[in-house]
């Protein structure tokens, strides 16, 4: 079976300021993993996926994420924050074998501070 | 752009009723899920549908059914509403094409009194 551990429930931080978003994952195959974000009273929208290649993968509105194999991480990056990525963030991981869904994280608040 | 849409973006019922939540998209997707969403919890699976009147359970199906007649369109259903599926419902869906990504609609917040 696969889970997902966000290790943050949340990370305030100042505006400009980096931020990374904690990740790891645990499965016995091989992976899919992709970071969510949840912008209040709005459903999900996809930042970013790793399916293969390049373990550093870069997602919309300036995000990056690095998948580290022997680590079971994907933490999720921004070298400077703004106001607007308020939000929460949730890391989802499929397995390429069984279930078809996604498991999700517990999701992290990013609270961006003036 | 890939539209999912649910009926209701809130929605306030009483114990004991029967609860139709509804969600279309619009991208002809063969795959479609229905989430739970709590604080801390994170989205859980309840049910997702492969294709027309296809569905398996997810992690927390008790209390749930489902119905897909149209690939379009998955409903959940809550036969007897309790307190305790007071919650944000989350649809989504995904092409068998794409890279498992899945598109979500904006969510219902059910309020059971």
């Known amino acids: 079976a696969q889970s997902v551990t966000q290790l943050d429930s949340q990370v305030p931080v100042f505006e400009e300021a980096p931020v990374e978003l904690r990740c790891n994952y645990s499965s016995s195959v091989s992976v899919y993993l992709f970071w969510y974000v949840q912008y209040p009273n709005q459903g999900l929208q996809l930042l970013l996926k790793y399916l293969s290649g390049s373990t550093l993968v870069k997602g919309i509105n300036g995000f990056e994420a690095e998948f580290n194999k022997s680590q079971t991480s994907f933490h999720l990056r921004k070298p400077s924050v703004h106001i607007s990525d308020t939000a929460e963030y949730f890391c989802a991981v499929r397995s390429d074998t069984g279930r078809r869904a996604l498991t999700f994280g517990s999701g992290t608040r990013l609270q961006v501070q003036p | 752009d890939v539209k999912v849409t649910q009926s209701s973006r809130y929605l306030v019922k009483r114990t004991g009723e029967k609860v139709f939540l509804e969600c279309v998209q619009d991208?002809?997707?063969?795959?479609m899920f229905w989430y739970r969403q709590d604080p801390g919890l994170g989205l859980r699976l309840i049910y997702f549908?492969?294709?027309?009147?296809?569905?398996e359970k997810g992690d927390i199906p008790e209390g749930y059914s489902v119905s897909r007649e149209k690939k379009e369109r998955f409903s959940l259903i809550l036969e007897s509403a309790s307190t305790n599926q007071t919650s944000m419902y989350l649809c989504?869906?995904?092409?068998?094409?794409?890279?498992?990504?899945?598109?979500f609609g904006p969510g219902t917040r059910l309020t059971v009194t």
């Open positions: 989504a869906s995904r092409d068998l094409s794409s890279s498992y990504e899945q598109y």
């Open positions: 991208m002809d997707h063969e795959n």
């Open positions: 549908s492969y294709d027309v009147k296809m569905k």
